[in-house]
């Protein structure tokens, strides 16, 4: 399916000059293999995917290391992540600087923590990271208010809102601070059985 | 002396005077780490705490580089290009060689005090190679600035995650496990950037160098080792059935319809896996004889204590047949169809004599039936354990049902806008009605014994009528069945066709009518027994199921009580009413037929001849409101689960009778998996398609029918050549309507059923 994209594309004839330059990307790309829980076929594949998103800004030829950022604009609008959520807190998340524009590690990095063959424990540690919107490294109520009213996208009344916050700290606040610690936030992820079929992007 | 490991350009300034030198030596050259007694005791209270903690073994790497320390190096030159980046520097280098030295626990989730404690707890440690070297590095300038600077990028430390590992859960287990778990596959766990991991990648690549030749050789094997095993996985996961069709559901509709497409993938492997079992042991001996390709021979043993009148099964062969004597033949079993190996009665053979040993088919056909059966069982349990894991945590998820839903409630595979629509929808359904499960539970909690007591009479008069129901259409299957025996028995030449097929499926049109109306009073009724919402949907759900399996139940029963009824002296010979069923097993086996084909026609006639209207009239007619509502199709999830559950225990039963009912049903599972799949994911195809014409999605759930109806117009236009069941656009999408919150087929299902785990 992406080669018939990629046949129906304006610059077909630069992308087949730039695809013979695979192979030395490939050797660089090898690099990153044992770094993410991609295969060297995926992270190629990733690779055009990122260079797509901006194919004027990002060049083909990745062997010179480019530092090269896709402003976050193009990468929330990709499919996997136009209809999520968080997927504004997600590209902060993953950016250098946190302002969501990503370079070709940070992406994919994101996509190497929300495959399906990262471990728990580092899903947990990247989803409490998502969810603490004011990043003080504690989800407080705000953030929860915050995760609630993007989840049912500011249906609920407040009044439900809050009484939700205050049932989830109930539940998962262990030492009582009146927010979710790191700590915290793991042990109930232990206990949630969806977590990590949910917590996962397909690409 | 060596090279810093990851630094490519800087060599490191090396003031540091011998011992301390020699010291770092063994941190940076050789990974095995002395087992310090001391050490493990004086390990400090933070990792002791850790310790404590029940979680999955160890990565044994420390966390990565300080926060602080690679920092300039890391953050300043992040604008730089990637191979400086690698090198990282000078401090970045040192940092490394000072985070491998580290060894103390690191408390999780405090990345501001992170050097600090980490000092302290090396200096706490009495390790004899790592606090010199430590306490010699905290005394270098370049460290010192960094300390200092440290302090005033702390935010975007955080932020980067260049610190921890978040598998600082993991428990640090030092002694000796350096070296084995620090690869590669580790390595990638860690909450780190790429950059980051790319650093310790070549840090440790170099360290390989001073490796003895046999640890260098056992890491590169165990990596080789792992390399292949998990290529291996990956090709065994490309013999996978269907495997691409079901993660392109998942991905755009989500686990709940997943799970159920995975759930009919594994019943067709188990039918064809039982169909395998049955032809290995009872056919291939029989097919190999009576084709001549080995050389054997039947034995028809005469048995000596019953009755040879028990034995005798007249195949009924007509002088003159109408055409359509072999479409009914075929729909029923009977006929020419009962002389094939389908039905247990053509299995006369009492063995088959090879050369060297006789084979005992009866045996052989007793066995198999319990080997099926055992294998069944076993996979089913297999399958189901890790559902039942889930459903126990599950079972105590009242104290964590918020958490589960605020942070693992969203699915992040969904890249559907109408599928985002609905699983907010979903969501906000789910927390509205635990929040008024929990209201209502104040509420049963200060009710008064008087309304209690209205309460429970109320629940135990629709109780009874409940019962009532479940007895009213057990006996119309019960009556439905008798009249179908009895008048199946009369020359069938002499009906007319319809009346023929009328009468032969009548109590599958009895099961099949019973199935599809009780749901419907079942939640009428349930709405009036006033329980939590949570509960009212389990009790539905129950009911359903039972009815489901019940009413099976009554057909064998009543089979059984036609067989062995008889007026008068008839029974007491064979134990059964031989002369009007004189191979009973058969008799049964095509009932169990007749179920099966119902099955099949009635789902694909509901598929063919209900959606597909549904969808025309949605398509052109659009503008009636009363269109629009009805319109949406809802694949529900517990409606369609109950479905094939009940085909396969048609299947189950009917196996012993008709040998080759299991490769029937996996082909109608085949032909189901086909007839749904292939609508969900066009009417997917068209609507993006359609997005993508339009240049703009729906912004919200409203316009879903006139996107239905817009998609199944511009499909029609673009594909003249149309089958019916090519443009068949049903618009498969899990809807939530407020007035069936109360329903089985209602919403939470794709919560509450798993149907695939489970």
Known sequence: MSLLYHMTSPSVLSRILARSISLRQSALFSKNKDCTFFTRKEIMRLFYRYQDLAPQLVPLDYTSCPDVKVPYELIGSMPELKDNPFRQRIAQVFSEDGDGHMTLDNFLDMFSVMSE???????????????DFNNDDYICAWDLEQTVTKLTRGELSTEEVSLICEKVLDEADGDHDGRLSLEDFQNMILRAPDFLSTFHIRI | MEPVPGSSGSPPASPIPGPGRRAAAPSVGSWPVPRDPARRGSGGPARRAWEGRRRPAPASMTSAPEPGIPAPGGKAGRRRQLPERVSGGLSGAWGAVMSESSISALPPGRPSRQPFIHQESLSLDSSCFSSPPVNFLQELPSYRSIARKRTTILSRDKQSGTLLKPTDSYNFQLEGELTEDLDSQSIRKYALNISEKRRLRDIQETQMKYLSEWDQWKRYSSKSWKRFIEKAREMTTHLELWREDIRSIEGKFGTGIQSYFSFLRFLVLLNLVIFLII????????????????????????????????TVYPISSSGLIYFYSYVIDLLSGTGFLEDTYLFYGHYTIDGVKFQNFTYDLPLAYLLSTIAYLALSLVWIVKRSVEGFKINLIRSEEHFQSYCNKVFAGWDFCITNRSMADLKHSSLRYELRADLEEERIRQ????????????????????????????????????????????????????????ENLLILYLP??????????????FAKIIHYEDYSPGFEIRLTILRCVFMRLATICVLVFTLGSKITSCDNYLCELCGYNQKLYPCWETQVGQEMYKLMIFDLIIILAVTLFVDFPRKILVTYCSSWKLFQCWGEQEFAIPDNVLGIVYGQTICWIGAFFSPLLPAIATLKFIIIFYVKEHPVLQSLRA???????LGSGPQDSEHLPQLAADAGLWHHFGSLRSAFFHDHLPHYVLLHRPGRSAQAGGRPAPRAAEPGKS
């Open chain 1, 117 to 131: 063959m990262a471990p728990r424990d580092l899903k947990a540690y990247y989803a409490f990271k998502i969810y």
């Open chain 2, 443 to 498: 509420k049963i909690a200060e009710r008064t014994s008087e309304e209690t007591i209205r309460i429970y009479s109320l629940r135990l008069f629709l109780n009874c009528i409940v019962l009532a129901v479940l007895a009213a259409c057990f006996y119309a299957i019960y009556k439905a069945t008798i009249f179908s025996q009895e008048h199946m028995k009369k020359e069938i030449d002499k009906m007319v066709f319809g």
């Open chain 2, 687 to 693: 609507i993006h398609q359609l997005q993508h014409h």
């Open chain 2, 279 to 310: 032809f290995m042991v009872v056919l291939l001996p029989v097919l190999l004889t009576r084709y001549k390709i080995t050389n054997s021979s039947f034995i028809l043993i005469p048995s000596q204590d019953v009755d040879i009148q028990c």
């Open chain 2, 508 to 521: 599958s049109i009895v099961i099949t009518l019973a199935n599809f109306i009780t749901p419907i009073i």
